[in-house]
């Protein structure tokens, strides 16, 4: 059966890439279409409106959807027992996929059964007339047409530590959940899609790469032997390419590397997909992150839940939920404020828009070759677009260094940003 995949336009701010470019992992989200759908056999073919499609019977889905191999092998297995006609992707509520159902244009409805379900673009097309305008315009006639098919998934959860704790809150508050699945289908509209969608990135991962190379997973259990420590397992679960150079003072765990991947003396890197050429410098912390190929991690630089483009280089004393684009270039002392505690998080979508997203905590996004220097204090959720060179006020720097002062002499700066001889005021 062929895979149509319709060009919906879309672009992703601050970058501007047609989202079929948006990485994931180690690809793009167009490559990592091809790649689930031509394991079950269905050859993607791409095209720019429904005229082109000459078919009567055909899997439709949007260029912007991400669907996991798992995914699309139960949605596929749901077809199989399914009368014949138009079909689209339905799935029931879960953690997976309340986070960014806020930011996704994705139609909610009750189900048979009183479910919730939310209702993806991905379609079986059984001999529906699609007509020729823009990819909403199809997607409204499709969903007249099709019947809903609920798609089982499994989710498991995992809770960690929150960054900060309000006063007041209780212990149950002071943890967030996350989800633990390789079922995953969403639509991809904003930066913190590809933020989010890659946070997932490492049960996908793991979950197909253990599929594929059990006989590897075996092995590393039996070297596990006897299994009281768990630790001893993580550090054995690491997938490492070609010519890696790991300092023995490293920490490493659950973690696929690319080749020639450098880690640095005390760095620590858990549970994060590292790709081709990356150096992570003396000291650094990488957790739960996707660090691109050729990417340059400074020493002591702590990255949590991050996306970082390739050749990106990266030095900062913590940065957590946050992109940077390719080719940027971020220094120590630039920060992303990662919390609010009041009102809404804000952020840029597809199409010119805004919109909130339901948490508080979230860092923001740097557009390719963006160069941040200096003292600087960015707020939750904005976007710097590609190109912007961003440094520090004038008057917080000294510009200006006097000659003749006497040694030992204390000085300060004023507000021109020359340095003057300090004066006590009371």
């Not at 260029?63 to 092998?73: A, C, G, N, P, Q």
């Not at 060179?389 to 000659?403: F, G, H, L």
């Amino acid at each position: 059966m062929k895979a149509y995949i319709l060009n919906t336009n879309t672009e992703i701010p601050p970058f501007g890439d047609p989202v079929s470019q948006i990485p994931f992992v180690h690809e793009t989200l167009a490559e990592s279409q091809d790649r689930a759908l031509r394991r079950f056999g269905c050859e993607p073919v791409r095209v720019d409106s429904a005229d082109q499609i000459n078919d009567t019977r055909y899997l439709l889905l949007f260029d912007k959807v991400y669907i996991s191999e798992r995914m699309l092998r139960s949605f596929l297995r749901e077809l199989r027992n399914a009368e014949p006609g138009t079909k689209v992707l339905a799935v029931t509520k879960s953690l997976s996929t309340e986070q960014p159902r806020a930011l996704q244009d994705i139609v909610e409805e009750i189900s048979a059964d009183g479910d919730e379900i939310l209702l993806y673009d991905v379609y079986r097309v059984d001999g529906t007339a699609l007509p020729d305008g823009p990819a909403e315009v199809v997607k409204q006639t499709l969903l007249r047409e099709a019947e809903r098919l609920v798609t089982p998934k499994r989710e498991g959860r995992i809770r960690i530590r929150r960054p900060s704790v309000e006063a007041g809150q209780s212990q149950s508050q002071a943890y967030i959940e996350f989800p633990l699945t390789s079922s995953v289908v969403m639509h991809i509209n904003s930066w913190v899609h590809i933020l989010w969608l890659n946070n997932l990135a490492l049960g996908i991962h793991w979950v197909e790469t253990i599929r594929r190379h059990s006989l590897w997973l075996f092995g590393v259990t039996m070297r596990c032997f006897p299994w009281r420590n768990r630790f001893k397992f993580l550090r054995k679960m690491v997938r490492k390419g070609k010519n890696c150079k790991i300092h023995p003072s490293a920490y490493i765990e659950g973690c696929i590397l690319g080749d020639n991947v450098e880690v640095g003396a005390r760095a620590s890197v858990r549970f994060s997909f590292i790709g081709d050429n990356v150096v992570i410098s003396d000291g650094s912390t990488i957790a739960n992150t996707v660090v691109g190929k050729d990417a340059f991690i400074r020493e002591k630089t702590l990255l949590v839940s991050c996306v970082i483009y390739p050749e990106a280089v990266v030095d900062n004393l913590r940065m957590q939920m946050s992109v940077v684009g390719r080719r940027a270039t971020i220094s120590q002392w630039f920060t992303f404020v990662d919390a609010k505690f009041e009102g809404k998080i804000m952020v840029d979508v597809a199409g010119g828009g805004r919109g909130a997203i339901d948490t508080n905590f979230l860092g923001s996004c740097a557009g390719h070759e963006v160069e941040l220097v200096g003292k600087n204090l960015m707020h939750p959720g904005r976007a710097i677009p590609n190109g912007y060179r961003i440094t520090m006020r004038p008057d917080e720097a000294i510009v200006e260094v006097p000659k003749g002062f006497p040694e030992r002499t204390p000085l300060v700066r004023d507000e021109r940003g020359s340095l003057v001889p300090f004066r006590r005021t009371d």
